[in-house]
Each structure stands twice: as C-alpha cells, then as structure tokens.
C-alpha cells in the first residue's frame, strides 16, 4: 500500500493557475502508475490525466490538453498537476491516484488520497 496526501487546492478566478502536489509514501513510488482525477458534485469521479511510472508516458482528457500538465518526481515521491486557464467547469475535488497495473480507469486503482478541492469563480 502506499498513502497519498494532495495539497495545492484553493479558490482561484477564472484564467488563474494552480499546481496541485501529491505526496507519497509507504512503498516504492518509482513502481506506480499516477492518475490525477476529479469529482465535481453530482457527478462521478473521472480522469484528469495520468502518468507513468517512469514520466514518460501521459494521458489527458480532453477538455484539459494544452492547459494542464502532469508531472512526477520520483526522487521527491511526488506527482504534479500544473493547471492553467482555469474554468469554472474546472472546479471539482481532485484526487491523486496510485497503482502498479492501471491507467485511465479510476475504479481500477486501489491506493487514493483524500482529495483537494478546488474552486474557480467567473
């Protein structure tokens, strides 16, 4: 098992940034797959963009390509979400994701962190 604990949220204005953090421990970070996913009320829970164990091979939703960009650092145990042009659709809990054998599928992982909220006002 390894815990996660997400840091970065806040209440920005549309078109701010923000880099979300996730933090690792536990196991050998190195070895997992990292997914960012959201949760915006009433919905489920959906991909933001993934990672590999290595960083060198990404994923993103659509709606995201071109503002947002994950990162890793594995020396530091700690995955990244750097997200610009925020939008009020945007706004959503954000959760890091860890796991060995997943990729884009959040029912899949089984490690998760507690989440940060996130808040984009027009």
């Known amino acids: 098992q390894v815990q996660l604990a997400e840091s970065g949220g806040g209440s920005i204005q549309t078109g701010d940034s923000l880099r979300l953090s996730c933090e690792a421990s536990?196991?050998?970070?190195?070895?997992?797959?990292m997914g960012w996913f959201r949760q915006a009320p009433g919905t489920g829970r959906e991909l933001v963009a993934v990672?590999?164990?290595?960083?060198?091979?990404?994923y993103y939703r659509d709606s995201v390509k071109g503002r947002f960009t994950i990162s890793r650092d594995n020396d530091k145990d700690t995955v990244f979400l750097n997200m610009n042009s925020l939008k009020p659709e945007n706004s959503a809990v954000y959760y890091c994701?860890?796991?060995?054998?997943?990729?884009?599928?959040?029912?899949?992982?089984?490690?998760w962190g507690q989440g940060t909220q996130v808040i984009v006002s027009s």
């Open positions: 536990g196991r050998t970070f190195g070895t997992y797959t």
């Open positions: 990672i590999s164990w290595s960083g060198g091979n990404t």
């Open positions: 994701a860890a796991d060995e054998w997943c990729w884009e599928v959040p029912d899949c992982y089984d490690n």
